[in-house]
């Protein structure tokens, strides 16, 4: 009887063993997911009572996804008022242009963005391509997609009954035109200058076939009769300037008086009316409401 009890000691003590063990780590799990929940309950009272995120969060475009990136964007540029934020975020530019990419939604057809974060692939040429004739054309670069067109016709006979002359310089640019265009800028002003001016192959809006560069491809365009009638008319035939001024960070294009992008009457008297650029338009009315 001695001997047997003697025995059975150790699996006793095994089992003891096992069973605090056990407790333990249920009682440490429990702890730890309690202070996981403390912590984010802390960090959501810290964003509830943090003045700067609740301007951040009332701002018109303000985009719930985001979130995330614009604290991190206003970590890394204090000074930066709310809508600057709100803005720069929504057009990308937390991200790294030509490199953080990504293919070009053709769905969204007239509305559909091509910049330095959004490109085309090689083979994309629209289907519905025209040419205009003469009349509405003076360079090379003569075709646009269908409803483009129409409106480039449209807007050029309405401008002419204001004695304005309006004619398309250059429409649409197959990939391949792109590859030898930019070539040649980089040849003669090196990669970095033609990276301000010209876009890499693919990542060009001429692509689209929705573009049409108005008369001269030069900043004397700004001071044109022409240039004042498309400010006032363009968004009416769905016509936006595309590379405005004191917009050049967020589209990141110099000033570009002579380049207008169809997307549409809608959307251009919207983008007119609110003074957006594309980037800002896209990220809040098209991607934001998928
Ligand atoms: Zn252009």
Do not use: C
């Not at 605090?20 to 799990?29: D, Q």
């Not at 792109?178 to 090196?190: A, H």
């Amino acid at each position: 009887m001695k001997k047997r009890k003697i025995k059975k000691l150790p699996i006793i003590l095994l089992i003891l063993l096992i069973i605090i063990g056990i407790t333990i780590f249920f009682l440490f799990n429990k702890d730890k997911n309690e202070t996981i929940k403390t912590n984010k309950n802390i960090q959501t009272n810290e964003q509830e009572k943090d003045p700067l995120i609740q301007k951040i969060k009332t701002q018109k475009y303000y985009i719930e996804k985001n979130l995330d990136r614009y604290l991190s964007y206003l970590k890394n540029n204090p000074d930066l008022n709310p809508e600057k934020i709100i803005m720069d975020v929504n057009s990308n530019l937390d991200k790294t242009k030509y490199e953080d990419t990504e293919k070009t939604n053709i769905k969204d057809d007239n509305l559909m963005l091509v910049n330095k974060y959004y490109y085309l692939t090689e083979d994309y040429e629209p289907d519905d391509l025209v040419t205009l004739t003469s009349k509405y054309n003076s360079g090379v670069n003569s075709k646009m997609r269908k409803e483009a067109a129409e409106q480039v016709m449209e807007m050029s006979d309405a401008a002419t009954l204001d004695n304005i002359t309006i004619k398309n310089a250059s429409g649409y640019r197959s990939y391949q035109y792109q590859v030898n265009l930019y070539d040649k800028y980089v040849e003669r002003d090196g990669k970095k200058a033609a990276d301000t001016y010209s876009a890499r192959p693919g990542f060009s809006e001429h692509q689209t076939g929705l573009v049409s560069d108005i008369n001269q491809i030069d900043n004397s365009f700004e001071n044109t009769d022409a240039f004042k009638w498309l400010q006032n008319n363009a968004y009416k035939y769905g016509f936006i300037l595309r590379f405005p001024k004191d917009k050049e960070d967020i589209t990141g294009y110099q000033y570009e008086p002579w380049h207008y992008r169809y997307v549409g009457k809608k959307a251009a008297k919207q983008i007119h009316d609110e003074n957006l650029t594309l980037e800002e338009y896209y990220a809040y009315y098209i991607q934001n409401k998928k």
